[in-house]
């Protein structure tokens, strides 16, 4: 996967005397489903408007498809979809007028349109309230409709900002299956959110962004290398089980933790077999603690409130 659809080089955005871009570099390659994870005010909407050609940056640029965004050219408009956080389906028309609408603002007429409205009416679950007004449909329906309308025209690159925000859990499944049948047909997708869980069970390739900075940007399997698994132990008695358990391989520190220690081991499973079997009889509790992308994310963000 070598060809990058999206390359940001040293974005920053200035609003007044706020920064609320302090130089983002990414680059996603075309079939990615990349993860951009940081928490509200981060920036995350900021960026995916520059993406969108919505907004200018104050300086550097991003580069799609291999032309600047914010071009006029019109090829490079009809390649990307955009679902915003805020949603931009209008509530006095029906499903199908909505599909429609937003189908001819990307030049599709006819019969090609109408079976596409078709097809993504069915693609979101909304056939059967087709003709209903979208003012009258749920959180989770509007979010459905709010997807199915960034991609009536078929892009090649998906720019979703907060797609579930306020969803069911139902409604936020599908959204997510929905996801993963676009890319997988091919479609390259941006995918922001505050929710760690989402961001780990969709992409393999993920962002932190805070403080309009890129603070780490790998696969999910090295970012979850940024704070090493934990495994807690208790034992009946006796002395000297610092040392021995610091001896074992693969455990890379030992703390006292109360009545026993904690651990920072390399690999969880393996650690667990390697202490059960040295510390035998002895052993009360043994206790794993995984590595997650929210220790990873607290870790790189911090944990104080901001507003």
Not at 116 to 133: G, I, K, Q, S, W
Not at 137 to 149: D, E, I
Not at 194 to 215: F, N, S, W
Not at 256 to 275: H, I, K, S
Request: with cysteine; hydrophobic share 40%.
């Amino acid at each position: 996967m070598t060809d990058a659809v999206l390359v940001a080089s040293g974005v920053h955005k200035q609003y007044g005397s706020t920064l609320a871009l302090r130089g983002v570099d990414l680059t996603v390659h075309r079939g990615e489903l990349f993860g951009l994870l940081g928490p509200n005010g981060a920036g995350k909407t900021t960026f995916m408007s520059i993406l969108a050609g919505l907004a200018e940056p104050s300086s550097g640029g991003v580069t799609l498809f291999g032309v600047r965004s914010g071009s006029r050219d019109r090829a490079l408009r009809t390649k990307i979809g955009l679902a915003t956080q805020d949603l931009a389906v209008y509530p006095e028309l029906t499903a199908r007028e909505n599909l429609e609408f937003f189908g001819r603002m990307y030049g599709m007429r006819g019969v090609a349109l109408r079976d596409r409205v078709a097809e993504m009416l069915a693609a979101v679950e909304l056939t059967d309230r087709a003709d209903d007004r979208a003012g009258t449909f749920s959180g989770g329906m509007k979010r459905r409709l709010n997807l199915a309308v960034a991609v009536v025209h078929g892009p090649e690159l998906l720019l979703l900002d907060e797609p579930t925000t306020g969803v069911d859990p139902q409604s936020r499944n599908h959204i997510f299956e929905r996801v993963k049948a676009l890319n997988a047909a091919g479609m390259t997708v941006v995918y922001t959110s505050h929710y760690m869980e989402e961001v780990q069970t969709l992409c393999p390739r993920i962002a932190v962004l805070d403080g309009g900075k890129v603070l780490a940007c790998d696969t999910l399997g090295n970012l979850l290398k940024l704070r090493p698994a934990k495994l807690r132990v208790r034992f009946s008695g006796g002395d000297g089980w610092a040392g021995r358990l610091a001896a074992i391989p693969g455990v890379t520190a030992v703390s006292p933790d109360g009545d026993g220690f904690e651990l920072r081991v390399d690999d969880l499973p393996t650690a667990c077999a390697r202490v059960a079997v040295a510390t035998g009889e002895s052993l009360v509790a043994l206790d794993p603690d995984p590595p997650t992308l929210e220790r990873v994310f607290l870790h790189l963000t911090g944990k104080a409130l901001r507003d």
